[in-house]
């Protein structure tokens, strides 16, 4: 089993920056690719960043340039930076891990961008 933790989500205005982070335990070896995703309401679950396998990272178009993922693997803990947040950044971000054939997923953090 996978656990996946996440933290540091909130309110922040327009502009404005958020780290979150999001820790691992469990079975956690092999890992195929980790990151984040998001979900607006009304929208479906899409791909924020994430690292796969061989340390290759994958970046949302919307984010690129704005958003920084990485990684502690010393305490299994991935985070996201995310500068200049926009209104359409608002969502619930999710913490995803992938190995083998599973797909594990966190409970998520609100992400609120307004004024």
């Known amino acids: 089993q996978v656990q996946l933790v996440e933290s540091g989500g909130g309110l922040v205005q327009p502009g404005g920056s958020l780290r979150l982070s999001c820790a691992a335990s469990?079975?956690?070896?092999?890992?195929?690719?980790m990151g984040w995703y998001r979900q607006a309401p009304g929208e479906q679950r899409e791909l924020v960043a994430k690292?796969?396998?061989?340390?290759?990272?994958n970046y949302a178009d919307s984010v690129k340039g704005r958003f920084t993922i990485s990684r502690d693997n010393a305490k299994n803990t991935v985070y996201l930076q995310m500068n200049s947040l926009k209104p359409e950044d608002t969502a619930v971000y999710y913490c995803?891990?992938?190995?083998?054939?599973?797909?594990?997923w966190g409970q998520g953090t609100q992400v609120t961008v307004s004024s």
């Open positions: 995803n891990l992938q190995r083998g054939l599973w797909s594990y």
């Open positions: 690292f796969t396998r061989g340390g290759i990272t």
């Open positions: 469990g079975s956690i070896s092999s890992i195929n690719a």
